[in-house]
């Protein structure tokens, strides 16, 4: 039984992932693809991003973990994965709701390297709309080239009548993401806190 902030000063290398304060917008997911869990969180009073990953399918074993490039602002982290890759969407402080989020998404094997996560291959797609949330696709057959989703609800005047939709696609171990698609839903919903 650790503390969140424990937690992220066990990952090593040790004491290379402090989070001061408590750690904001964590998130954890198993992955059965791979047998491997994931984790991802930012410090509150120094706005670093971190990525761990346990080294087994056991998560009392060590794990292993990065500083993410990604914007030293309040994150609003949200994460999926699939068979070719893993994917973060975070805030990046662009006061426009139609741009105000980015994805950060690494290949699969880059993700659960030996020696802990690798950024070489890591990618940032920028400027996506408010709330963008990643899609666990958990099929092992899926093909190489098939998309990765990203779904975002309309986020204004407190109403949702449309979502709207990216697809991440890898070429080996780059990836590519397609324009927003408008969904339409069969009505509009009331929506008064923009949730």
């Not at 020696?115 to 940032?124: A, K, S």
């Amino acid at each position: 039984r650790l503390s969140t902030r424990e937690f992220w000063r066990n990952v090593e290398p040790a004491n290379s992932l402090d989070p001061q304060k408590d750690p904001n917008d964590p998130r954890i997911l198993y992955d059965p693809l791979s047998e491997r869990w994931f984790a991802c969180a930012a410090g509150t009073t120094v706005a670093d991003c971190f990525l761990a990953v346990s080294t087994s399918s056991d998560p009392t074993q060590p794990w292993k973990g990065t500083k993410l490039p990604l914007p030293p602002i309040d994150p609003y982290m949200k994460m999926g994965v699939d068979k070719n890759g893993l994917y973060i969407c975070s805030c990046n402080g662009d006061p426009d709701w139609q741009q105000a989020m980015n994805c950060y998404v690494l290949p699969k094997s880059d993700v659960i390297a030996p020696g802990g996560p690798v950024l070489t291959h890591g990618r940032t797609f920028t400027n996506l709309r408010f709330g963008a949330m990643p899609a666990m696709d958990l099929d092992p057959g899926k093909p190489a080239d098939a998309p990765e989703v990203l779904l975002v609800n309309e986020f204004s005047d407190g109403t949702c009548g449309k979502l709207y939709l990216y697809k991440i696609t890898w070429s080996g171990l780059r990836a590519s993401i397609s324009q927003s698609q408008a969904i339409r839903l069969s009505k509009t919903y009331s929506t008064p806190r923009m949730e």
